[in-house]
């Protein structure tokens, strides 16, 4: 069965501490890892939180990324959407891994927009415009 | 076991073809799905790609939503990550049906961000700062 989109979960637990509340930071990480995955970075928006923690959405031609972070756990919740063959999540995901000095990050993955009406290759992407 | 995060998927099949190529027409949908569900709206993000095809993000105090939609199937994927209690997904998850005009929605729910060693009550969301 086709499907449009791959969704991939990361929960990444005892991060370094100080990495969770640099937005900056992490907006460079998350954009390195679009790009480590092969994605095409359309617009992205990081905020910060009172009294800490980061969220953050990059939009890419093949759907988004997005990242929260909670220092006062060590935690960061990632999420890749894409569609499109090819996408290269296991280097992105290992790259961050490293990136929030993570020692447990637990990965799932799992496929969503069914399409069991077509036949042949789905379209890879759009254009950027 | 506690989780700090809720994911909510929904895949609106068969879709009003001409909502889905109006950008911001979607995000005034995705704005609205957000302020019924109890979300407070930190910041979007909406991009068109061509030949068609919207790519949005909301970023909440509690965490984000996400839409992506191709109107070559008339099919849009939504998605709400929160945290913290008594946000109100079927609300938002009601409008946007009626919103996008879909015979056909497929809605699944799941946890993440598993705390096995937090007690408690957990923190329900940051200050947006």
Same mark, same amino acid.
């Given at each position: ?17 100080? =990495?969770?509340?640099?937005? #900056? ?6 954009? @390195?890892?679009?790009?480590? +995955?092969?994605? %095409? ?27 929260? =972070?909670?220092?006062?756990? #060590? ?6 959407? @894409?569609?499109?063959?090819? +996408?290269?999540? %296991? ?39």
């Amino acid at each position: 069965m086709y499907s449009l989109l791959d969704l991939v979960l990361i929960d990444f637990y005892e991060c370094d501490h100080e =990495t969770l509340l640099d937005a #900056d930071r992490i907006k460079e990480g998350m954009l @390195t890892a679009a790009r480590l +995955m092969g994605a %095409e970075v359309v617009a992205h928006c990081f905020h910060t939180f009172k009294p800490w923690g980061v969220s953050g959405t990059v939009t890419i031609a093949e759907s988004h990324l997005a990242v929260h =972070t909670w220092p006062e756990y #060590d935690f960061a919740a990632v999420t890749f959407e @894409t569609c499109g063959q090819g +996408m290269n999540h %296991e280097k992105a995901y290992g790259y961050l891994v490293e990136f929030f000095g993570s020692k447990n990050a637990k990965i799932s993955h799992q496929k969503r927009g069914f399409m069991d009406t077509l036949q042949g290759e789905l379209a890879y992407k759009q254009e950027v415009g």
